[in-house]
C-alpha cells in the first residue's frame, strides 16, 4: 500500500486507487499493488501484451464498507487457500485476489510549535512566547481532538485557542479537513525560577474521531531558552583612572552571558556614587533621581562578553571611589528615536592612541546633539543618549560600547556626524 507510484519498471503489472469524499471533492486515500509484483513471470503471454511482468492487478476489484478485494487475473502462483506462496511461478495465469482493509474516513492531526519570543526573560512580564498549530490533513472532518500540553510547574502560563476551550493542559476542539486552528501561549516565569535554564514544551494527539491514519505526526516538541540576572557576570575589568583626552575618569566593565541563551538587549545600572559624580555617558543623564545606567541596546549571544567603558565626570578628578554595577535584562531592544535635527559635520575626527576615534565640532553652548555614525554614509545609526555642549566647541569620543556596536579599531571605516536636536529634546 502507498508505494512508490512512480515506478513504471513492472509494465502491466497493474495497480488500484482508492478516493474517498471530502466535502465537495474526492481525495485520493491509497495507492495499491500486489504485494508479490511479478518480475519473472509468464503471465502476460495471455494478453496480446507479449511483457513477462503482466499480472493485470486491478482488474477486478469490489468493495464492501472499508474492505477491498483486488483480483489479478495473471498471477502465476499454484497455491491454493488464504495466503498460500505468493513467489511460486509455477500456474501460469492461475489467478489471485488481494483483501485490503482500513479505507474509509480518516484524520491526519498534525502538531507544530511556531516560536514568537525567544528567548524567556526570568522574572519579565506575562507575554506570548509560542503557537501549537494543529492542522487536520486527513481525508475527513475530525471531532473529539483532545491534545494534551506539558510545561514546567515553575511557569505561569495561559492558553488562548483560535477554536475550541483549553483546561487542565488539555485542547478540545473540532477541526475541518484541510482546516488549522491555533493555541497560543503567553508565559511568565518568575525571578525566583532561577533553576529553568531551558523551557521543555511538548505536545502530544490523546485522542480524535475518526482515527488518526498518520501518528508520526501527532507530537512535537519545543526548547527555549531562559535567560537570568543569576547567570549574566559582572566583572569590574578597570577601576577608574583619569583620560587625559577627554578629561573624564574612565572605567571598563564587562559583562558575560553565561545563559544557554542569547541576552535581547540590557541595562548596566551605576550606583553607590559619592556625591557629585556623574556617569557622563549615562543613557539616562537627563532624568533627576534615577539611577544612572548604560544601554546595551543590542543581542549578547550565549556564552559571549562584551566590555563597556563608563565614563564618570567629576571636577577634582579623584579616582577614589568605587561604583557598584548591576545588569538589568530586556525582552527586547528599545526603539530609540531617529531622524530630526539638522545635520552637523565633525570638523575634526582623530584616532587616539588607544584606537578610540575623538570627533569635533563647532557647537552653541547649552545645545543638545545626538551622534550618528556610518560605514557607507548611506545608512546612519544614531548613538543612544545625547550630549549638550558646554562652550563652543563640543568633543565625543567613540570607545566602542555602549555608545556604537563595537570598538572603532575593528572596523575598516566608520565615518560620524551629530545631529543638533530640537529644545524640546
Known amino acids: 500500500m502507498n508505494g512508490a507510484q512512480g515506478d513504471n519498471s513492472a509494465l502491466a503489472s497493474g495497480a488500484a486507487y482508492v478516493f474517498i469524499r471530502a466535502r465537495t471533492l474526492w481525495k485520493q486515500q491509497a495507492y495499491l499493488k500486489a504485494s ?169 494527539l490523546d485522542a480524535v474521531v475518526p482515527a488518526d491514519s498518520n501518528p508520526s505526526n501527532n507530537s512535537t516538541a519545543l526548547e527555549i531558552p531562559v535567560v537570568s540576572v543569576p547567570r549574566t557576570e559582572v566583572t569590574i575589568t578597570s577601576t577608574p583612572a583619569v583620560n587625559n583626552q577627554s578629561g573624564l575618569l574612565v572605567s571598563t566593565v564587562t559583562i558575560t552571558n553565561n545563559n544557554s541563551g542569547p541576552i535581547p538587549a540590557f541595562r548596566l545600572r551605576v550606583r553607590d556614587l559619592p556625591e557629585g559624580i556623574k556617569v557622563y555617558n549615562a543613557h539616562n543623564s537627563d532624568v533627576p533621581g534615577e539611577i544612572p545606567y548604560l544601554l546595551y541596546n543590542q543581542e549578547l549571544a550565549a556564552g559571549a562578553s562584551v566590555t563597556l567603558t563608563v565614563e564618570f565626570h567629576r571636577p577634582s578628578l579623584d579616582a577614589n571611589f568605587s561604583p557598584q554595577y548591576s545588569v538589568e535584562l530586556l525582552e527586547s531592544p528599545l526603539t530609540l528615536p531617529t531622524g530630526g535635527g539638522i545635520i552637523i559635520q565633525a570638523s575634526r575626527v582623530q584616532a587616539l592612541a588607544n584606537g578610540d576615534m575623538l570627533i569635533e565640532t563647532a557647537s552653541i553652548p547649552g545645545t543638545t546633539y545626538a551622534v550618528e555614525y556610518s560605514h557607507d554614509l548611506q545608512e546612519w545609526t544614531r548613538v543612544s543618549g545625547s550630549v549638550t555642549a558646554a562652550g563652543n566647541r563640543l568633543q565625543w569620543i567613540d570607545s566602542g560600547p555602549p555608545k556604537t556596536a563595537s570598538h572603532p579599531s575593528t572596523v575598516k571605516s566608520r565615518m560620524y556626524r551629530f545631529i543638533q536636536l530640537p529644545a524640546s529634546n
Open 36 to 204: 508479490n509484483t511479478d518480475t519473472t513471470g509468464r503471465g502476460g503471454q495471455l494478453s496480446s501484451d507479449p511483457s513477462p511482468t503482466s499480472d493485470f492487478f486491478g482488474e477486478a476489484v469490489a468493495i464492501d464498507g472499508s474492505t477491498a478485494v483486488v483480483g489479478a487475473k495473471a498471477e502465476d502462483s499454484a497455491a491454493t487457500g488464504i495466503n498460500g506462496d505468493q513467489n511460486d511461478e509455477s500456474a501460469i495465469a492461475a489467478g489471485a485476489a488481494y483483501v485490503f482493509t482500513g479505507f474509509g474516513p480518516a484524520s491526519d492531526i498534525a502538531l507544530t510549535y511556531e516560536v514568537i519570543n525567544s528567548p524567556v526573560l526570568a522574572g519579565g512580564e506575562a507575554r506570548t512566547i509560542f503557537r501549537l498549530n494543529a492542522t487536520n490533513n486527513g481525508v475527513s472532518n475530525a471531532t473529539d481532538i483532545r491534545i494534551r500540553q506539558t510545561l514546567s510547574a515553575e511557569v505561569e502560563a495561559s492558553a488562548d485557542p483560535s477554536s475550541g476551550t483549553y483546561a487542565d493542559n488539555v485542547w478540545s476542539l473540532n477541526l475541518a479537513t484541510g482546516r488549522t486552528a491555533t493555541l497560543s501561549f503567553s508565559l511568565r516565569i518568575p525571578h525566583q525560577a532561577t533553576a529553568i535554564r531551558d523551557l521543555m514544551i511538548s505536545s502530544v
